[in-house]
T-cell receptor
Framework: DGGITQSPKYLFRKEGQNVTLSCEQN?????MYWYRQDPGQGLRLIYY???????QKGDIAEGYSVSREKKESFPLTVTSAQKNPTAFYLC????????????FGPGTRLTVL | GIQVEQSPPDLILQEGANSTLRCNFS?????LQWFHQNPWGQLINLFY???GTKQNGRLSATTVATERYSLLYISSSQTTDSGVYFC?????????FGAGTQVVVTP
């Protein structure tokens, strides 16, 4: 089945630790995205990538880092510099960047204790 | 940046009722999507609708790009329709999400 997978589903970390969230897609999509969702709110864009080895900051990139070494994979690292990292993180992909339909993974719930 | 406003913020329906959700946006957009977020957090694609009208079963959507709004219609609502409905618009290659409409359908 083609789709987007995210792991783990739930993640607990101590304050001050970096943590990496996984996102993999087998849809052969060029573009991939990371969003953050806080309770009762919409999604906010963290980073996006149109092509391998290239990525751009979204609206709330501070405290996060990404890499795009393979077309299928777009991992997100939540660093200790992120002031309020507890949130629901969603990964998405689209065929291209310019307004193509986005498809989402199941998400990772990160709790920092 | 582009502003996206959804209304109403909350909606309580009795099973079988019809409803309309609205999405207003502040600038011209390349594309627009409607999503349903289920209780487990999964975002399900409902419509990819930059303009015009589309229907999928009991759901339909209309986007009037020149007037900068889109409408999502739910007919004969069912309890499985409960959840949050999001509108997202594409501006310069990045999607901007509205705050969502929380829908509760009671038996």
């Amino acid at each position: 089945d083609g789709g987007i997978t995210q792991s783990p589903k739930y993640l607990f970390r101590k304050e001050g630790q970096n943590v990496t969230l996984s996102c993999e897609q087998n849809l052969n999509h060029d573009a991939m995205y990371w969003y953050r969702q806080d309770p009762g709110q919409g999604l906010r864009l963290i980073y996006y990538s149109q092509i391998v080895n290239d990525f751009q900051k979204g609206d709330i990139a501070e405290g996060y880092s990404v890499s795009r070494e393979k077309k299928e994979s777009f991992p997100l690292t939540v660093t200790s510099a992120q002031k309020n990292p507890t949130a629901f993180y969603l990964c998405a992909s689209s065929k291209g960047l310019a307004g193509d339909e986005q498809f989402f993974g199941p998400g990772t719930r990160l709790t920092v204790l | 940046g582009i502003q996206v406003e959804q209304s109403p913020p909350d909606l309580i329906l009795q099973e079988g009722a019809n409803s309309t959700l609205r999405c207003n946006f502040s600038d011209s957009v390349n594309n627009l999507q409607w999503f349903h977020q289920n209780p487990w957090g999964q975002l399900i694609n409902l419509f990819y609708i930059p303009s015009g009208t589309k229907q999928n079963g009991r759901l339909s959507a209309t986007t009037v790009a020149t007037e900068r709004y889109s409408l999502l219609y739910i007919s004969s609502s069912q309890t499985t329709d409960s959840g949050v409905y999001f509108c997202a618009v594409d501006s310069w290659g990045k999607f901007q999400f509205g705050a969502g409409t929380q829908v509760v359908v009671t038996p």
